[in-house]
């Protein structure tokens, strides 16, 4: 199967703007299209990306949100041209490179007060999308608001992302398929809170990828192929997860869940979903994606995902803060979730918190629960 070359970047170049290249690099990061960083040969910089012809209707989608997003007050680059069905080509969008780069490559030399400051920037941009950008009238991940792929209830949505995990592992053989078992045992208990989630638009790709950040500041947002309706939290959770996969200090999510003021019902989703990515991050290892082949499995970062997970889970439940609300929708008391809870977890005399705590003895969820 052919697939976009730098050769095929260059000549969609010269198309669109009349000029050579003087040097071209494909961007590392990203899992579907092919994308460059270009320099002119009369010194401007430009970004190509570039789809396989059967995920033309993804980058469709970046075109459809673009200047809705703009006029959102979403900072993202300037699209100088676009062609979805080019004969004998690949469907490509050419933008503006800003300067800057992804906040996973800025992160670690950024102070606190810069993580802090970009953490209330995105926050706000999220907002500003869902106060401009109508509900749609379904759920999920939406190339337009008439993309048929949107489904009846946010719980269907995080049940699918559990579906897709679960058919990665399997086919990678690598990791074990009750890891999602575990996590849809959680995501069950919370139905009630899931099915009363609105179809609200958010960005669900702003995370330590696709957030460009230059001299410790907010530079814009790429690749926003779709906007997500639902929960807005679970951009959040999957920023997390990321920083958690890492090893990072998770300051920066920190920050913008205090922006939020959420509810105990919200913190304790929030953790339930970067569960929900952690079990994604397994599935993801051993894939190809748009590589010409798939990586190697790393062991040591297996076992950390494993233990984060398993860090996750015993938070989930022995540290929930419902208590803090009169309840909207019902969600049972964390005591029956017990016998779910697997038996490695229920071994464990002492647990190492996943976001960075010290070391505590195990508390026994149902003390907790009644404030003992």
Not at 155 to 177: F, H, K, N, P
Not at 266 to 276: F, I, K, P
Not at 357 to 366: G, N
Request: glycine share 8%.
């Amino acid at each position: 199967m052919r697939v976009p070359t730098p050769q095929d970047a260059i000549q969609a170049i010269r198309q669109a703007l009349g000029a050579g290249v003087r040097s071209i690099t494909r961007f590392p990061t990203g899992l579907c299209h092919y994308v460059y960083d270009v320099e002119t040969d009369d010194g401007r910089r430009v970004v190509v990306r570039m789809a396989r012809p059967e995920a033309g209707d993804i980058l469709a989608g970046g075109v459809y949100w673009h200047e809705r997003l703009r006029a959102a007050g979403v900072p993202l680059p300037a699209l100088l041209r676009a062609d979805l069905d080019p004969p004998g080509g690949y469907p490509m969008m050419l933008l503006e490179r800003l300067p800057g780069r992804d906040l996973d490559a800025a992160y670690d030399a950024m102070t606190s007060g810069q993580r802090q400051a970009l953490a209330e920037e995105i926050a706000a941009i999220q907002r500003r999308v869902a106060a401009t950008l109508p509900p749609a009238r379904g759920f999920g991940f939406a190339r337009s608001y008439d993309d048929p792929a949107l489904r009846d209830s946010w719980l269907d949505v995080v049940l699918a992302d559990l579906e897709r995990s679960q058919s990665r592992i399997v086919s990678a053989g690598i990791a074990d398929t009750d890891h999602v078992d575990r996590v849809r045992a959680r995501v069950d208990a919370i139905a009630p809170y899931l099915l009363a989630v609105a179809p609200r638009a958010f960005l669900d790709d702003t995370t330590t990828k696709n957030v460009l950040v230059d001299g410790g500041t907010l530079s814009g947002i790429v690749d926003t192929d779709y906007v997500c309706f639902g929960d807005p939290l679970f951009t959040l959770a999957l920023t997390r997860m990321a920083l958690l996969a890492r090893g990072r200090s998770t300051d920066y999510t920190n920050h913008w869940q205090a922006c939020l003021r959420l509810t105990g019902y919200q913190e304790y989703a929030l953790r339930v979903y970067t569960a929900v990515f952690c079990v994604n991050f397994l599935g993801e290892l051993g894939q190809l994606f748009n590589h010409d082949e798939a990586a190697g499995v790393d062991t040591t970062y297996q076992s950390h995902l494993e233990a984060t997970l398993d860090a996750l889970l015993v938070r989930i439940d022995c540290h929930s803060d419902l208590s803090r609300d009169g309840p909207p929708h019902r969600i049972g008391p964390l005591h029956t979730l017990q016998g779910r809870i697997d038996q490695q977890a229920e071994r464990r005399g002492e647990i190492a918190c996943a976001e960075g705590e010290q070391r505590r003895p195990r508390a026994d969820p149902r003390r907790a629960e009644a404030g003992q």
